[in-house]
């Protein structure tokens, strides 16, 4: 099969021609150069309309034989990009009498790490202009795992390069001006599954103003960005006890990026996979591999039907063309074995849990020292004040701030993870409505931060280390929030929004209902909704 992709979401006019029997697939792209600052959706469509046809036009001057298909990227992305990329797919397939694929962009970045690298089944970090989150296969879809907040990683960067008056794109300029800094601190916000990067972006234009060197901010807030995304990266493969990695999206090119990763991937015995660049950033070579796919098990879109959606969410896609052959994960109670989770080695000695905070190599030791400390007095503080308001948690028995040691009771046989249900869910929402009554938050609340004893039917809450005092809405919904997306992440479609319903009916039940209607507004929130 031989299929044509066309792409253009946003700055990259770019057309393909993929070849499933040789494996081929020849790329033309003509990309879009701001005169300034970032990107004009304007400029970028008056782009579009000039480049579309053009290397359409070179790229089947190499293709001697005919076409079975076309694909083009149908959205996320800029409206009037998708409307011409779209127009000229619809064209060509009509003309060519071959059916049309419209292709999530998103998706297409994952599936080509995929497709290059011949992992089974890989979590995926989408790190892109405007976006960046986790991906990983679950019950026929594509389940987002965690996801930025507000802007994208790339859009943050070159929010911060613009301030200095730099061309656009600001990332590799940061990235070479961040090798002559040292590293300056800025706010690291993670929340859970979940990340923030305008607060960063924010601070690191401040620093600038407030006389700090150009290349010391640079190196802080490379530093911190990309830390972010690696600490999440690696708390979702231990979320869905995965071992492989993939890197998507143009922010993928930085090697420091690539770096952190591959340094937290062989810590805990993983694989990491990043194509070239040339694939890494917006192509037409990832929309033909994935139309191909497609096309073969008959995922196309009539020409009526084939509007483009400039908000399309990866978890939109039924996922037919792949199924990891793994099956289902057993669950599997507790053994004296030392475990390793995202942040920490877990050992168990009789009724004792001892819990350390191991140094993550591939942060800047001053950023990991900080964080390590932070959230280590942080989690002794407020499991015991969990505990003291009524909220059920494990004793703290000891703690070694300075080696990041906690000493805990050990409670449960098992992570909710792996004995999830509808009613322990509702106990969840129960004692999350019952802490933020009491003006804390626990921050990471997932499915393995959940322990159950499945012959009591009793739960805990652990791992308090991202939490805090806080009597807004938005720290209580997006506890909320992390609990939904684990649980999406760990379960079926119809049982985890079955499961995600009886924790809220669990905390309506307690709590305040504002914070329902909050935890409906930071769903509404994702990147391209």
């Known amino acids: 099969m031989r299929v044509l992709g066309i792409e253009g979401t946003a700055w990259a006019a770019s057309a393909a021609v993929h070849d499933t029997t040789t494996g081929e697939t020849r790329i033309r792209t003509d990309a879009y150069q701001p005169a300034s600052g970032g990107i004009h959706p304007r400029e970028a469509s008056e782009h579009m309309s000039e480049a579309i046809p053009t290397v359409v036009e070179d790229v089947l001057e190499e293709t001697s034989e005919s076409l079975d298909a076309v694909a083009f990227s149908r959205g996320p992305g800029l409206g009037p990009c998708l409307r011409i990329v779209g127009t000229a797919a619809r064209a060509l397939a009509g003309s060519w009498t071959v059916p049309l694929v419209g292709v999530n962009h998103m998706i297409a970045h994952a599936e080509i790490g995929r497709h290059r690298s011949g992992f089974a089944d890989p979590v995926c970090l989408n790190a892109s202009g405007a976006n960046a989150h986790l991906l990983g296969y679950r019950d026929g879809r594509y389940r987002v795992l965690g996801e930025t907040m507000d802007v994208g990683v790339g859009n943050a960067v070159d929010k911060f390069a613009r301030h200095l008056g730099w061309d656009h794109p600001g990332g590799p300029k940061v990235e070479a001006r961040a090798h002559e800094g040292d590293y300056l601190d800025l706010p690291y916000v993670v929340k859970g599954m979940d990340f923030s990067f305008a607060g960063v972006s924010s601070a690191a234009q401040d620093a600038v103003d407030s006389g700090e060197a150009v290349s010391d901010v640079c190196r802080g807030l490379q530093e911190t960005v990309f830390a972010q995304l690696t600490e999440v990266a690696e708390r979702a493969l231990a979320l869905t006890e995965r071992d492989e990695l993939v ?45 191909a796919k497609m096309a073969t098990t008959g995922e196309t879109v009539a020409i009526e039907e084939s509007a483009v959606d400039a908000n399309f969410r990866p978890e939109q896609v039924p996922v037919r063309w792949w199924e990891p052959s793994d099956g289902e994960r057993a669950a599997t109670p507790d053994t004296d074995v030392p475990t390793r989770g995202a942040e920490a080695t877990v050992e168990f000695d009789g009724d004792r849990v001892v819990k350390t905070r191991v140094a993550k190599s591939y942060r800047h030791p001053a950023l990991d020292e900080r964080l390590r400390r932070e959230r280590t007095r942080a989690e002794v503080r407020l499991t015991s004040e969990a505990r003291r308001t009524g909220v059920p948690t494990p004793l703290v028995r000891d703690v070694d701030t300075a080696e990041a040691k906690i000493v805990f009771e050990r409670v449960g046989d098992r992570d909710l993870a792996d004995a999830l249900t509808t009613d322990r869910a509702q106990q969840v929402g129960e004692c999350l409505a019952a802490l933020h009554g009491e003006g804390l938050f626990h921050g990471d609340p997932t499915t393995r931060n959940v322990r159950v004893d499945t012959a009591g039917e009793r739960l805990w809450l652990v791992d308090f280390g991202l939490g805090g005092h806080s009597g807004h809405i938005e720290d209580h919904a997006m506890d909320l929030h992390v609990f939904a997306g684990s649980v999406a992440g760990m379960a079926g479609e119809g049982e985890a929004q079955e499961v995600r319903e009886a924790a809220i009916t669990g905390y309506r039940s307690v709590g305040d209902e504002s914070v329902l209607d909050r935890l409906a507004s930071i769903e509404a929130r994702g990147r391209y909704r």
């Open 247 to 291: 890197l998507g999206g143009g922010v993928g090119q930085n090697e420091r990026l690539q770096e952190m990763l591959a340094t937290m991937c062989t810590e805990r015995g993983a694989e990491v996979f990043a194509p070239s660049p040339r694939v890494l950033r917006d192509n037409a070579g990832m929309i033909a591999v994935l139309g």
